[in-house]
């Protein structure tokens, strides 16, 4: 456990052996957990999930940041990580898509199943797997280009063989921008509103084809049109993506996602079905947290 790298033989079984928590009470790390093959044990459906992640432990140098956490991402559907500041949401995020291994000092023990392969082991290319897993982050961080340049940047990177118009266009309507922008997509993408740049970003990322799509509090810095433009944006895109959001606004997490993980001081304490997690909480500091008795 002293880097990112794993050897073939310490790769799991996804099906066999990861603890499901999906259900959620992993507020006892690294326990032996009963192996579960169901995705959603709240349901009994058998869905395999999009991201399995499986006794994850991550540290900054000395700060242990994640504790034991051992959750299921379901595919196309909106995940909402929820938390008091420093709980380690960003953390977790960035290690969906190997960012986390670009900050000096970290270590990271356990696994990290995309489609059931682990995207820390040997052969994976980190690259590609933060082509597949996307992110957009807490600030619109659009390139000094023009609308167009911003969203084609995406299909260059990918080695976009098709027809790039059509591609930025159908990134652009995924988005919910392009009836905003159509008429203006060879302009500076610096004019546009805080809330249209978050979008722009947003359709950057989708421009890449990735499966997956994290987003890091994509809507802390907007206003409250903005914000509600992006939460219909991401209630859209799960047709088509799997959606983990990061959010510290509860009201948030219950609008727009269908489940959600509630970290405390580096821990899964709870994750469940949104609905029910804020309506009938099982752990008690759940119910203090969603009741806004702390945070
Ligand atoms: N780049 C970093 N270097 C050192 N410590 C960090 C870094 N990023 C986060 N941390 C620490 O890791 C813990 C979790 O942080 P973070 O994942 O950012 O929490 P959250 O997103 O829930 O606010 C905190 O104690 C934080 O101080
Ligand atoms: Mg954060």
Known sequence: ?????????????????????????????????????????????????????????????????????????????????????????????????????????????????????DIYEKEADPVMVRRRVGMVFQKPNPFPKTIYKNVAWGAKINGYTGDVEALVERSLRQAALWDEVKDRLHTPAYDLSGGQQQRLCIARTLAVEPDVVLMDEPASALDPIATSKVEETITELKKDYTIVIVTHNMQQASRISDRTAFLYMGRLIEMNRTDQLFTRPQKDRTEAYVTGRFG
């Not at 326990?31 to 395999?48: F, I, L």
């Not at 940041?65 to 909402?80: F, R, W, Y």
């Not at 290690?95 to 986390?100: D, K, S």
């Open 1 to 117: 456990m002293t880097d990112n790298s794993q050897t073939p033989d310490s790769r799991v079984d996804t099906d066999q052996s990861v603890p499901d928590a999906t259900n959620g009470t992993a507020d006892q790390p690294r326990r032996a957990a009963k192996v579960s093959n169901d995705a959603d044990a709240t349901t009994g459906e058998e869905v395999r999930p999009k991201l399995r992640i499986g006794d994850l432990n991550f540290w900054y140098g000395d700060t242990h940041a994640l504790k034991g956490i051992t959750m299921d991402i379901a595919p196309n559907e909106v995940t909402a990580l929820i938390g008091p500041s420093g709980c380690g949401k960003s953390t977790l995020l960035r290690c969906m898509n190997r960012m986390n291994e670009l900050i000096q000092g970290t270590t990271m023990d356990g696994q990290v199943m995309l489609d059931g392969q």
